[in-house]
């Protein structure tokens, strides 16, 4: 496996493309996956040769490269320095440059000099250095090197000076070649004859373009060769890991009494018996072994763990649900009721159809597109919107519907219809046909309702906010509770199957009284505000009465209800008793069932009677177990937990 991960690094490096359309292969028999190793040992034996030659070669090329440039800035200072001394000081020159000549006319003993090249982020401290060390009595000159350089192990682009220094004196020497071996610089032999100079360079630029054709010609077969594992490397890949997840599984096998064989428990789903002891065959046809597996179901009191079968279609909905929560083993999966629930609730806040046109067009590429986009890897956060695109799908479709209930696009209306709107005299002032774009119908007389969504008129209307804030806030609050109250009433399934029927009259009829006393009466309130609330509706006020104050004096002013907050008669009485119901919930809800628990715990303990001890003969080891279980029995009920 770790074999396969360096191919592919080697691969990527490369910048080769590794061919992802192949056929999902059979695991391989163990006399195939040694014949691959084989082959992986000789390709990982081929590959470090040529890229330990290659290394080598580029280490002799990046020196020759650097002696060539050594040659010419030498050959250059000798150059300039001998037409100065020829034309006398005809030549422009720095005072350096004017002492050391002066210095070479004078002096018998001639100048020695080092030549070498160094790093350019280094020369300034190299410079400084090479002057106190020698107390000025160096002469330094270096150039940067033009052509690219690269690192021969790296590959990295690598920026040099070339540099020659001149001193007299042994002394002064040994001084100058430690400074250079600490600032890592590499020293370089340069003749003094100019003769010798122009030989050296002229064999160095042919060793380089030998060099060239060789480091083509090993980069060319280095390619070849990680082309040819480019086009098997995802099979190779595929069989490694299949072998290692059957060894992996083997791993966890025991051996039996006569070491024949192996034995294994496991949990699967019943349904797909049939289809696993089908693949215990084809295994044993496949694998030509005389041996038939055996499976056989055993009856067992452990919880099963919970396994609920997806799809691609509602893996990402059984995700949501399980960042929540996993079922216990046999419990109501609401993961299938999402898949409405969730993108609906979502679209009910987005609302919008515009842009829920955008992300239902953008989840429906990556759908079409998804086999293709499964074979890549974009990232986390393509990740995460790819294996959510049929959320992402629905969640766009029911924004676009809500979008047209909300008469909303981009922030803009439709005007489909007309409107409904009755246009009065007083009503036109500051408005016209080509203004407001809309059908301003005069003699407008009857009030049936919008043929779908909200009138357009409402955008130009000074109440626009309040009364689409209004409407959504309620939609909200309707769809929330009967969610609530849905995932309350799916529980009762689960305490029927288990025969848990104290949670039946302990938790979920005091859930639903309480729910259904405050917020599904509220829900049922907003219903009749809209059906039973008409214009013609005038309170104390001289307007509709506020269910959010109503709601809040339901307990602050229990039992009275005044002029302005009435809906219908006997209101009062109503919102008493569901106020007092949903008192009652509470009490109902937390210490019933911890009660009860207790009390049949502490009859069972009175029940039991223990061991006598006394009765045995021995040494007193029934009398011990007697004691054990009672303190398991005890110890095995929690108050303090139960409550929680």
Avoid at 29 to 51: G, T
Avoid at 114 to 134: H, K, M, Q, S, Y
Wanted: contains cysteine; glycine residues 8%.
């Amino acid at each position: 496996f770790q074999k396969t991960q360096s191919a592919l690094h080697l691969v990527t490096a490369a910048e080769i493309k590794v061919d992802v359309d192949v056929d999902i292969p059979f695991a391989p028999p163990p006399s195939e996956m040694m014949e691959l190793e084989a082959q992986f040992n000789k390709l990982e034996v081929e590959i470090r040769e040529i890229n330990a030659n290659q290394e080598r070669l580029n280490r002799n090329f990046l020196e020759l490269t650097e002696l060539k440039h050594i040659l010419r800035q030498t050959a250059n200072f000798f150059t300039e320095a001998h037409q100065a001394m020829t034309f006398g000081g005809e030549m422009s020159r720095t005072d350096d440059e004017a002492a050391l000549l002066e210095d070479v006319r004078s002096t018998s003993s001639p100048l020695s000099f080092v030549a070498g090249v160094i790093n350019r982020d280094r020369v300034p401290t190299f410079e400084r250095l090479l002057w106190r060390a020698c107390r000025g009595n160096v002469f330094l000159r270096y150039q940067e090197i033009d052509g690219e350089l690269k690192d021969p192990v790296t590959g990295e682009a690598m920026s040099k000076c070339a540099f020659i220094i001149f001193f007299q004196g042994d002394q002064l020497q040994s001084r100058v070649k430690k400074i250079c071996e600490g600032f890592r610089a590499t020293q370089y032999p340069c003749p003094d004859s100019a003769t010798e100079r122009r030989d050296i360079l002229a064999s160095v630029a042919i060793r380089i373009e030998d060099l060239s054709t060789v480091i083509g010609q090993t980069m060319d077969h280095r390619y070849r060769i990680l082309q040819g594992i480019a086009l098997n490397l995802n099979v190779w890949m595929m069989k490694v890991k299949k072998m290692k997840a059957i060894y992996h599984t083997l791993n966890m096998l025991s051996v039996d009494v006569t070491h024949q064989c192996l034995i294994g428990e496991c949990w699967c789903p019943v349904a797909d018996l049939d289809e696993i002891q089908f693949a215990l065959r084809r295994g044993q046809d496949l694998s030509g072994s005389s041996v038939t597996p055996i499976l056989n179901v055993m009856r067992t009191t452990l919880t099963p763990p919970t396994y609920n079968k997806v799809n691609k279609f509602t893996s990402g909905f059984q995700t949501i649900i399980d960042a929540y929560g996993i079922a216990t083993y046999r419990e109501v999966n609401p993961a299938p009721f999402s898949i409405i629930t969730f993108p609906f609730l979502f679209a009910v806040m987005f609302g919008d159809c515009g842009h829920g046109l955008l992300m239902a067009l953008f989840a429906a590429f990556m759908i079409l597109k998804e086999k293709a986009f499964s074979k890549q890897k974009g990232g986390e956060i393509f990740g995460t919107f790819f294996g959510g695109r049929y959320i992402i799908l629905l969640m766009g479709a029911f924004s676009i519907y809500t979008g047209l209930v909300y008469n909303d696009c981009f922030s803009k209306s439709f005007n489909i219809f007309g409107s409904s709107w009755s246009v009065g005299e007083s009503d036109l002032k500051g408005l016209s046909q080509d203004t407001v774009m809309l059908n301003l119908d005069r003699d407008f007389k009857h009030h049936n309702p919008y043929p779908f969504g909200l009138d357009p008129i409402w955008q130009v209307a000074s109440n626009k906010l309040t009364f689409t804030n209004s409407y959504k806030m309620k939609m909200s609050v309707t769809l929330g509770v009967s969610q609530m109250l849905f995932g309350v009433a799916l529980g009762v399934f689960n305490h029927v199957h288990f025969g848990r029927h104290i949670n039946i009259w302990a938790s979920f009829i005091p859930e639903v009284l309480f729910l259904g006393g405050i917020f599904g009466y509220l829900v049922f309130m907003i219903f009749f505000k809209w059906i039973g609330v008409d214009s013609s509706f005038r309170s104390a006020t001289g307007g509709a009465p506020s269910l959010l104050i109503m709601l809040i004096n339901m307990f602050l002013s229990f039992g009275n209800v005044a002029e302005s907050e009435r809906f219908y008669s006997g209101q009062a009485g109503v919102q008493s008793v569901l106020v007092v119901l949903a008192l009652i919930a509470v009490p109902w809800m937390l210490f019933t069932k911890p009660l009860v628990l207790y009390l049949r715990n502490r009859r069972a303990r009175q029940a039991y009677t223990p061991f006598d001890s006394t009765s045995v003969q021995g040494d007193g080891e029934g009398g011990s177990d007697s004691q054990a279980g009672t303190n398991s029995s005890e110890s095995s009920f929690n108050m303090g937990d139960i409550f929680v």
